[in-house]
């Protein structure tokens, strides 16, 4: 049983000094390996473990051909800038091979589990002689995997599996008490710019998760072109998170007086504080507009846009 530890009851320097301890108890005089992702909760257990650490933790970027445009070398970029070395690990076809052919949503998730956990950090942990995986799991993952509502790609332990057995590593998680309020305090606490610490949230198995049906290559550029559109539009609402999703089925739409068969973008924007209830935000229906003309035009192949209104239950934050 993991014990809580709310914002409320949260103090950040104790934590952090705790936790720092804590995981230089554990690694010793080894290494460790941390994967990055940019956001919030990897982004913070990255500066938290070379606070701890030092050269002693190698830091990588996936690049798992799933990721925001322009995402990885974003990301490298600004933490270069805070004094961590990061290398961009090009692992796309890899990723993309073992989603070929899937279209259940947990076939899904456990094929970026086994890619990430056994092919691609199997290999990183090997070459490195890392003994220990340091990684940015939330109670909130925890939850949600346990309850059965949604199989999160980095929760091991509490479902009975070792990962030491399963691929050769132990995995430290020094957020695991916490949830994305608490893990933004924290990443604050560190020193991650406000970009970083407040930044809305992003699944683990990135943009998979917001394909709905088989991940291709030019499924996932269209809802990468998708997602670019609504974050650039909507970061200045306030909400916790915001998406964009791209349905299974084509649907009939219209172009220059004749029938034309196209895709759909389904787009959602929440309210919440730590993910476990969510309401949809009641964006004005002139940003509504904009988004979906905006979308249709700059997004091939799109020609219905959508907005979810459903709240959290029953509904999930992502689609996937």
Same mark, same amino acid.
């Given at each position: 049983?993991?014990?809580?530890?709310?914002?409320?009851?949260?103090?950040?320097?104790?934590?952090?000094?705790?936790?720092?301890?804590?995981?230089?108890?554990?690694?010793?005089?080894?290494?460790?390996?941390?994967?990055?992702?940019?956001?919030?909760?990897?982004?913070?257990?990255?500066?938290?473990?070379?606070?701890?650490?030092?050269?002693?933790?190698?830091?990588?970027?996936?690049?798992?051909?799933?990721?925001?445009?322009?995402?990885?070398?974003?990301?490298?970029?600004?933490?270069?800038?805070?004094?961590?070395?990061?290398?961009?690990?090009?692992?796309?076809?890899?990723?993309?091979?073992?989603?070929?052919?899937?279209?259940?949503?947990?076939?899904?998730?456990?094929?970026?589990?086994?890619?990430?956990?056994?092919?691609?950090?199997?290999?990183?942990?090997?070459?490195?002689?890392?003994?220990?995986?340091?990684?940015?799991?939330?109670?909130?993952?925890?939850?949600?995997?346990?309850?059965?509502?949604?199989?999160?790609?980095?929760?091991?332990?509490?479902?009975?599996?070792?990962?030491?057995?399963?691929?050769?590593?132990?995995?430290?998680?020094?957020?695991?008490?916490?949830?994305?309020?608490?893990?933004?305090?924290?990443?604050?606490?560190?020193?991650?710019?406000?970009?970083?610490?407040?930044?809305?949230?992003? @699944? $683990?198995?990135?943009?998979?998760?917001?394909? !709905?049906?088989?991940?291709? %290559?030019?499924? *996932? +550029?269209? #809802?990468?072109?998708?997602?670019?559109?609504?974050?650039?539009?909507?970061?200045?609402?306030?909400?916790?998170?915001?998406?964009?999703?791209?349905?299974?089925?084509?649907?009939?739409?219209?172009?220059?007086?004749?029938?034309?068969?196209?895709?759909?973008?389904?787009?959602?924007?929440?309210?919440?504080?730590?993910?476990?209830?969510?309401?949809?935000?009641?964006?004005?229906?002139?940003?509504?507009?904009?988004?979906?003309?905006?979308?249709?035009?700059?997004? @091939? $192949?799109?020609?219905?846009?959508?907005?979810? !209104?459903?709240?959290?239950? %029953?509904?999930? *934050? +992502?689609? #996937?």
């Amino acid at each position: 049983m993991i014990t809580e530890i709310t914002a409320q009851d949260l103090n950040t320097g104790q934590f952090i000094e705790e936790q720092t301890e804590e995981i230089k108890s554990i690694v010793g005089n080894g290494r460790a390996i941390n994967a990055l992702s940019g956001g919030v909760d990897s982004s913070t257990v990255t500066l938290l473990g070379h606070r701890a650490l030092g050269e002693k933790l190698r830091t990588v970027f996936i690049e798992n051909g799933l990721m925001r445009e322009g995402e990885p070398e974003w990301v490298v970029k600004l933490f270069h800038t805070l004094g961590v070395k990061v290398e961009l690990v090009d692992a796309r076809k890899e990723f993309l091979s073992a989603l070929e052919g899937l279209t259940d949503p947990e076939e899904k998730r456990e094929a970026i589990t086994q890619t990430f956990y056994k092919n691609v950090f199997g290999r990183l942990v090997r070459e490195s002689g890392a003994k220990h995986l340091l990684q940015g799991t939330i109670l909130t993952d925890v939850d949600e995997t346990v309850a059965g509502i949604k199989r999160q790609h980095n929760v091991f332990e509490q479902l009975g599996i070792d990962p030491q057995k399963a691929f050769g590593y132990k995995i430290i998680e020094p957020l695991i008490q916490l949830r994305k309020d608490g893990v933004r305090r924290v990443g604050k606490g560190l020193g991650l710019p406000e970009e970083l610490f407040a930044r809305i949230p992003f @699944p $683990g198995p990135a943009l998979c998760a917001r394909v !709905i049906g088989a991940v291709t %290559p030019e499924r *996932i +550029e269209t #809802v990468r072109r998708a997602t670019a559109i609504v974050e650039r539009m909507l970061q200045g609402s306030r909400a916790f998170q915001y998406m964009a999703i791209l349905h299974e089925d084509r649907v009939t739409g219209m172009r220059e007086g004749k029938r034309d068969f196209g895709q759909q973008i389904e787009i959602r924007c929440w309210e919440s504080v730590d993910a476990r209830t969510a309401t949809p935000t009641r964006l004005p229906f002139d940003t509504l507009e904009t988004l979906a003309r905006e979308i249709i035009q700059g997004v @091939p $192949g799109i020609v219905s846009v959508t907005y979810n !209104i459903a709240p959290k239950p %029953p509904s999930t *934050i +992502e689609a #996937v």
